[in-house]
């Protein structure tokens, strides 16, 4: 497993005026980063929740630079990662524990394509079968 798929709170963070540095150098010392229409979904779905404005464009602007530099690694939900997400939600309910549906979703794409989640919230991930990395903690 040597690849990254991106949480939303990753891409997120690279939308501020002075992101944290250190996962800025995760970004920049990591090659094989994915994205799932999944964080595309809902960096757009935050975006249709801002008022008009400066603010907005700017996010808009951004949020569009990012989609063409990984335009050729947005992963989709295919029937196998469908397939990992519905065991997941299924191991998450048997054990009552509460679980966001695009926390399983994301989940079931990174176990399809063998990658790990890089995400701010390893937590959610914790009882799952993927691998996580925090880019906040991360040490060259």
Do not use: C
Not at 39 to 60: D, F, M, S, T
Not at 63 to 70: C, N, P, Q, R, S
């Amino acid at each position: 497993m040597t690849g990254f798929l991106l949480d939303t709170n990753v891409v997120s963070e690279l939308t501020k005026s002075r992101p944290n540095p250190a996962v800025v150098t995760f970004l920049s010392e990591n090659e094989d980063l994915w994205l799932s229409v999944i964080l595309v979904h809902e960096i757009e779905y935050g975006l249709h929740l801002l008022p008009q404005g400066r603010r907005r464009n700017r996010l808009l602007r951004i949020h569009a630079g990012i989609l063409e530099t990984y335009s050729d690694r947005i992963l989709a939900l295919d029937r196998v990662a469908a397939e990992w997400s519905a065991k997941f939600r299924d191991q998450a309910r048997s054990a009552e524990r509460a679980i966001d549906l695009g926390d399983t979703l994301i989940a079931g794409i990174a176990k399809s394509h063998d990658l790990m989640i890089a995400t701010r919230n390893t937590a959610d991930f914790d009882h799952l079968e993927v691998d996580t990395v925090n880019p906040w903690e991360y040490i060259p």
